[in-house]
């Protein structure tokens, strides 16, 4: 099964709507052009194919922004940003969540380690480190929540492979070993910030989800499974 997932093509819509959701204040073209273009090496040097027209990456980024022409909106300061207009602001983060999801898979297992750290808080994170072994145990335990969201061929429920992919993110410099503690490289903020905001909306909707469920347990009652998807999908549009 995950031969399909390491046989995906990455489309640039997919790349620029993931970058604008990161981005909600806006991106200057440049801005976004660099983004791209990081992105683009991260995938390569992963054996990731990309569906370009153009071999320059502003020439891309300039069609998948013509075909997300409704969703992505050109400030008189040249800043791309997501409409937020009141009627069409939960159908246009849906959408382009829609075009995110299908790259997710490529980062997940480095972003459930480094979501992991990022929910020790900033401090612990950034400044003062993490115990590696604690570290650990809170990524083997976000994977196994979130495990059957997608078909890959590792898993960090293997304690080798959860070394690998620290020792990979260390190597990165995108996390600082001190001694058995880990935190993050502030001048790898793009990265970390970019992995962690693949996984915080999955992080999300089990959070939502598990409240909407509390809350039912506390009443004592049950309602069809198609009643609750629904329910629990206008739960979470009515936060954002």
Known sequence: MHTLSDNLVVMPPAIVASIVLMQRRGISEQELNNYVEWFCK????????????????????????????????KTKKNIFELDLSMNEATINIFLLSYYRNTITHIFFLEAIVLTSLYSFGYEEASLKGVPIEQLKLEAQFLYKLLCKEYVLKDSLANSETLDRYVDTLAIKNVIIREGNSIRSNERKSIYYTFLCSLIWPLVESYWLTSLYLFNLEKLKTSIPMTKLVGQVQWFGEEMI
């Open 42 to 73: 991260e995938v390569h040097s992963r054996g990731i194919k990309i569906a370009r027209t153009q071999e320059t990456s502003s020439i891309s980024v300039t069609n998948a922004l013509g075909f997300l022409d409704d969703v992505v909106t």
